[in-house]
């Protein structure tokens, strides 16, 4: 399904897909939509995308304030004129277009991925929300702590940290909610 393009890490699937479906394929391969974060690597995308004689394909751009799906960080956008114009809420590159543009993620076009070289990692997010029931203080950094450590044993390939609350606590004490008779 994916076609190779030399060493530089990019593989294009001209098979049509939504974006989503286009982001889970490249992770399943261990790779991720491509993205373009500075000018070479946009330069690289034009080439592969001209190459390969398509029009356009997905990128893993999506509006979420304009991200890279691997999270990366970069403020390189490469915008075709008048865009992004509200079209939608992920990404198609057209050099033809000069430039990205934002469509709607249910379009099947072809898509990029990219798989970084052996030093680099693609970095997934989760967000997972955890309730304890218990009469030890939670926000003290040794019960915390000791925690975070039993998770981490049982997840060990995966970094896991807290998040902390702009209060500067990881736990909220939910108040009990009071039942009152209906009669």
Not at 65 to 87: E, H, I, L
Request: hydrophobic share 35%; aromatic share 12%; with cysteine.
């Amino acid at each position: 399904m994916f076609t190779d393009i030399g060493s530089s890490g990019f593989y294009v699937v001209f098979q049509g897909t939504s974006w989503i479906y286009a982001q889970q394929d490249c992770r399943m391969n261990n790779k991720d939509l491509a993205s373009a974060r500075s000018q070479m690597e946009n330069l690289v995308l034009q080439q592969i995308i001209n190459g390969a004689a398509l029009s356009s394909v997905w990128i893993g751009l999506f509006r979420d304030d304009w991200k890279w799906s691997d999270q990366s960080n970069s403020s390189f956008r490469y915008w075709a004129t008048g865009q992004p114009n509200n079209d939608g809420a992920c990404t198609l590159y057209s050099p033809s277009l000069t430039g990205f543009m934002d469509r709607g993620c249910t379009y099947s076009i072809p898509f990029i991925c990219y798989e970084g070289s052996a030093n680099q990692e693609t970095k997934h997010t989760r967000t997972v929300k955890v309730e304890f029931k218990s009469s030890l203080n939670l926000n003290d950094f040794n019960v915390s702590d000791a925690i975070l450590q039993q998770i981490q044993s049982k997840y060990q390939n995966a970094k896991v940290r807290w998040r902390v609350q702009p209060d500067g606590k990881i736990f909220h004490k939910e108040e009990e909610k009071e039942i009152k008779d209906a009669c």
